[in-house]
C-alpha cells in the first residue's frame, strides 16, 4: 500500500496571506490527524477528522481550519499567516478501530515558511 | 491532562553500545504507548508500541515496556548502529485518541 502523501513538500509564504496543505490518507484509513512541528514547541496535535466530521481539535486559534472529503482526503487551511506558524505540518492517517490501539501513520510533512 | 517527559538529549553513542531513552508520562485511565522514530527530513515513523501494563513492544532490535508502577515506557537496544542516528519521541494516546509527543531525544551513532 502507498504511504500517506503530503502536498506539497515545501511552501514560502508571506505574512497575512493564507496557505492550504493537502493530505492523502493510506488506502481504506478513514481518519486523519494533523500535527504541527516546531523547534520550540515540539509536536503538538491540531485537528482529527474521521467521515468527513472534526472528532477532534488541539489548542490552536480559529486561523487554523481543514476539512475532509468523501474520500477521506484532508486539507487543512491557513488564514493570516503569522511568522510563528513557520513549521512542519505532518498528516497522520489511521483506520480508527472503536476504542482500541489507534496507530497512526505519518506523512512525510510540509514545511511552510512565513516571510 | 496527559504529558509526556523525555530524557534531555542529545545523546550520542559509539556503534555497538547499549542504548537507552528514558520516557515518563502523566494520563489518566490506560493510555497506550508509543515509540516514534523521525530521520532527517521524513516524517515520523512508528517504531514500537504497547497498549496495557507489562506489554513489551518490540522492533528491529529495540523494546520498551509499559510499566504501569513507575510510569514509565523506557526504550532500550543493545546494540546500536550509525543507521539508528535520528529523533526519537515517546508518546502516548489517551481517550481522546490524540498522540501527545514527548519532546524528542536526538540520538547519534559514531562508527
Known amino acids: 500500500k502507498a504511504g500517506v502523501t503530503q502536498t506539497p513538500r515545501y511552501l514560502i509564504k508571506t505574512r497575512g496571506q493564507q496557505v492550504t496543505l493537502s493530505c492523502s490518507p493510506i488506502?481504506?484509513?478513514?481518519?486523519v490527524s494533523w500535527y504541527q512541528q516546531t523547534p520550540g514547541q515540539g509536536l503538538q496535535f491540531l485537528f482529527e477528522?474521521?467521515?468527513?466530521?472534526?472528532?477532534n481539535k488541539g489548542n490552536f486559534p480559529g486561523r487554523f481550519s481543514g476539512r475532509q472529503f468523501s474520500n477521506s482526503r484532508s486539507e487543512m487551511n491557513v488564514s493570516t499567516l503569522e511568522l510563528g506558524d513557520s513549521a512542519l505540518y505532518l498528516c497522520a492517517s489511521s483506520e480508527r478501530q472503536g476504542a482500541g490501539t489507534y496507530e497512526q501513520y505519518f506523512g512525510p510533512g510540509t514545511r511552510l515558511t512565513v516571510t | 491532562g496527559n504529558s509526556v517527559t523525555q530524557m534531555e538529549g542529545p545523546v550520542t553513542l559509539s556503534e555497538e553500545a547499549f542504548l537507552t531513552i528514558n520516557c515518563t508520562y502523566t494520563a489518566t485511565g490506560y493510555p497506550s504507548l508509543f515509540w516514534y522514530v523521525q530521520y532527517p527530513g521524513e516524517g515520523l515513523q512508528l517504531l514500537l508500541k504497547a497498549t496495557k501494563a507489562d506489554d513489551k513492544g518490540s522492533n528491529k532490535g529495540f523494546e520498551a515496556t509499559y510499566r504501569k508502577e513507575t510510569t514509565s515506557f523506557h526504550l532500550e537496544k543493545g546494540s546500536v548502529q550509525v543507521s539508528d542516528s535520528a529523533v526519537y519521541f515517546c508518546a502516548l494516546t489517551g481517550s481522546a485518541r490524540q498522540l501527545t509527543f514527548g519532546s524528542g531525544t536526538q540520538l547519534t551513532v559514531l562508527p
Open positions: 488506502s481504506g484509513h478513514r481518519s
Open positions: 477528522y474521521f467521515s468527513e466530521t472534526q472528532r
